[in-house]
């Protein structure tokens, strides 16, 4: 009988690897979780990059894993989790400083901000919310499931049965399989609220023209149900417990420790190979790494198909997305539209989205599919001291901007190293039209360009969605048909993390479906399986 040193092996502790591993180490499995950094976290960290400041590193916001049970399942506030609610979730300034429109938890607060601008826009958001509040209940009942055809149009069928009162089939099919940017002009009537719902929209990566989009546009319905969390300490403060609550149900974390290889025998996997030659067994390995960095590199071509190893060189990665500046600051913005006096004030404790119109967005996408970066970016400012005084020291502050678009390839011969700087720039002059009161308070910042998030986190390319979140790499295609369900065709190797369904951002679904279909598959021949693991 073979031998292992644990049940399962996690390769990188993203926060969908330390999700799978918290509940698989809590069925009782032995788990090692591999990370190659000197930090848990993956993509969802926070590091003092500036002394003195706690600076998210990748992901910020937390919106949809609140819809989940990850965080009660796994007691994460019990290890040191404490959420702070951002409300009202998003702030959206007008360019011209003339007023700004607040999207808060409570509905009816929502529709008095928008009603300042445009009372038929009110009424319209309110219509919005009644068609696409059940559409997108049943859509994330299969978020938290493995994808299958049967499962998808099963759910938007008693979707569609909930909402048959106000449009009819043929029109859901229609809103679902045409561009955001369509709906939300048909929709709304100020571009204000146009500019606003579609620089929200535009987080997930397809452009606003794209076709099979428009749920990007309804899915924010779901945001007056999930709001926005903020971890107190910063974006890391999630993985940090994930983290311990995985090492008190009895799990092993291994930090720098980049895995060079996952080792295979007879189509069965045996464990992992770190780069400096140590070895690790296990009869399940579990790879949150991205799909091409797992199969074409830790796996090797040679132990897949032709056919397979195509399709998975040519799954459509882009060529970037986004890149952030994140700041240690003097004061906080001071927004014309909404003036606060640089001091805390409830505009600074959601997204602040800086795109003056529908088409800023069309035209920052404009520059970036020609391989430059955006010579006008839209913005969102994320101010975190405002409602979390841990991450500043006591007078300071963090304000950090997630700008759109940036490409990964730059056209013309420009690279990454000589542009940072200046790009950097042009992003905060966005901020300082609408929030003049920031020139010259900016104290330090972090840059991180589509190279920088490649060579921090593994994320390929830079695109922080690991592949683009199109309607042809969603639910049942993602990242391929092949291996939608997490599995490979590799015995005991499984995939997890944003390569797969449902998908990118801090959601942990994807490694909540991968934990239970592992255990899922060890049900039927459990005590086979503990013998071969030498239980």
């Known amino acids: 009988m073979a031998k292992y040193d644990y049940d399962v092996i996690i390769v990188g502790s993203g926060h969908n690897g330390l999700t799978s591993a918290g509940y698989l180490a809590r069925a009782g499995l032995r788990v090692l979780v591999l990370e190659r950094r000197g930090i848990v976290g993956g993509a969802v960290c926070t590091e003092e990059v500036i002394p003195g400041y706690k600076i998210d590193v990748g992901s910020s916001a937390h919106i949809m894993i609140h819809l989940t049970p990850v965080v009660r399942d796994l007691e994460l506030e019990k290890h040191g989790l404490e959420y702070i609610d951002m409300d009202p979730y998003a702030f959206y300034?007008?360019?011209?400083?003339?007023?700004?429109?607040?999207?808060?938890?409570?509905?009816?607060?929502?529709?008095?901000?928008?009603?300042?601008?445009?009372?038929?826009?009110?009424?319209?958001?309110?219509?919005f919310l009644d068609y696409w509040g059940p559409i997108n209940e049943a859509v994330f009942d299969v978020f938290l499931n493995p994808p299958s055809v049967m499962g998808?149009?099963?759910?938007?069928?008693?979707?569609?049965?909930?909402?048959?009162?106000?449009?009819?089939?043929?029109?859901?099919?229609?809103?679902?399989?045409?561009?955001?940017?369509?709906?939300?002009?048909?929709?709304?009537?100020s571009e204000a609220m146009r500019a606003a719902l579609t620089w929200l929209a535009a987080q997930s990566g397809p452009p606003p023209d794209e076709i099979g989009a428009g749920d990007f546009f309804g899915w924010h319905a779901m945001m007056h149900t999930s709001g926005a969390m903020h971890p107190k300490g910063g974006s890391g403060m999630l993985t940090q417990a994930m983290s311990r609550s995985f090492q008190s149900a009895g799990g092993t974390v291994v930090l720098n420790a980049p895995v060079k290889q996952i080792l295979i025998k007879g189509n069965r996997v045996e464990g992992v190979e770190t780069q400096d030659g140590m070895r690790y067994t296990a009869p399940i390995v579990i790879s949150n790494a991205h799909i091409q960095t797992t199969m074409l590199g830790m796996v090797g071509e040679n132990h897949i198909s032709t056919d397979l190893a195509h399709k998975i060189r040519n799954i459509r990665v882009g060529n970037g997305f986004g890149m952030t500046v994140r700041c240690a600051a003097e004061e906080l913005p001071d927004y014309t539209a909404s003036p606060s006096g640089g001091r805390a004030h409830e505009n600074h404790h959601g997204l602040q989205l800086l795109a003056p119109s529908m088409d800023h967005v069309r035209r920052a996408y404009a520059d970036y599919s020609l391989g430059?970066?955006?010579?006008?970016p839209a913005v969102i400012a994320m101010t975190f001291s405002a409602i979390d005084p841990v991450v500043a020291p006591p007078g300071k502050h963090t304000v950090f901007l997630w700008a759109q678009y940036f490409p990964y390839t730059l056209a013309n011969g420009m690279d990454w190293v000589n542009e940072r700087e200046r790009v950097a720039d042009s992003i905060l002059e966005v901020l300082?039209?609408?929030?003049?009161?920031?020139?010259?308070?900016?104290?330090?910042?972090?840059?991180q360009t589509p190279l920088d998030l490649?060579?921090?986190?593994?994320?390929?390319?830079?695109?922080?969605?690991?592949v683009e979140m199109s309607l042809d790499q969603m639910f049942f295609y993602r990242p391929i048909a092949e291996l939608a369900d997490y599995r490979t065709p590799i015995k005991g190797l499984y995939m997890t993390g944003a390569s797969m369904h449902p998908g990118g951002g801090v959601f942990a679904a994807s490694g909540y479906n991968t934990a239970r279909t592992v255990l899922g598959d060890l049900r039927p021949m459990n005590r086979l399986w503990r013998g071969l693991a030498g239980k």
């Open 93 to 127: 300034p007008q360019p011209d400083g003339s007023g700004s429109i607040s999207f808060y938890r409570d509905k009816e607060r929502t529709f008095n901000s928008i009603a300042s601008i445009s009372p038929r826009d009110a009424e319209a958001y309110r219509k």
């Open 152 to 189: 998808l149009f099963g759910t938007m069928a008693k979707a569609q049965a909930k909402v048959r009162h106000i449009t009819s089939t043929l029109e859901t099919v229609r809103r679902l399989f045409t561009s955001y940017g369509q709906l939300i002009t048909e929709t709304f009537e």
């Open 372 to 376: 430059y970066p955006s010579k006008d």
């Open 432 to 447: 300082y039209k609408y929030a003049p009161n920031m020139r010259g308070k900016i104290i330090d910042r972090y840059i």
């Open 454 to 466: 490649e060579n921090l986190h593994g994320l390929v390319r830079g695109n922080v969605m690991h």
